[in-house]
């Protein structure tokens, strides 16, 4: 059974950085697609970046997080990370990480394109 763990968030100033870790178990991290997604209060949960599985590797981005955030993937450690840069205070949330076996390129951004989640890790930017 493939289990996500996240950790990592926190409270941060606007304009910090935060970096979220996503540790796979009862898997290989570089089989899964792994995507980020974040569900503020009131709102509902959106897509925030993934990583394509090997074999098609590739990266992407919501467009509001795009240029600050980065994903990357340490194969080693079974971990997927997400480097948050120049928070704002709209980046405040709760990040959850998902993984599937899939890599199509047409349900990375969707919910319904991940079987497994995690827990979530608050994320707080505040001054």
């Known amino acids: 059974q493939v289990q996500l763990v996240e950790s990592g968030g926190g409270l941060v100033q606007p304009g910090g950085s935060l970096r979220l870790s996503c540790t796979v178990s009862g898997g290989t991290v570089s089989r899964y697609t792994v995507g980020w997604f974040r569900q503020a209060p009131g709102k509902e949960r959106e897509f925030v970046g993934a990583l394509r599985r090997l074999g098609a590797n590739t990266y992407h981005y919501a467009d509001s997080v795009k240029g600050r955030f980065t994903i990357s993937r340490d194969n080693a450690k079974n971990t997927v990370y997400l480097q948050m840069n120049n928070l704002n205070p709209e980046d405040t949330a709760l990040y959850y990480c998902?993984?599937?076996?899939?890599?199509?390129?047409?349900?990375?951004?969707?919910?319904?394109?991940?079987?497994?989640w995690g827990q979530g890790t608050q994320v707080t930017v505040a001054s």
């Open positions: 998902a993984a599937d076996a899939q890599s199509i390129l047409s349900v990375v951004r969707l919910e319904t394109g991940y079987r497994y």
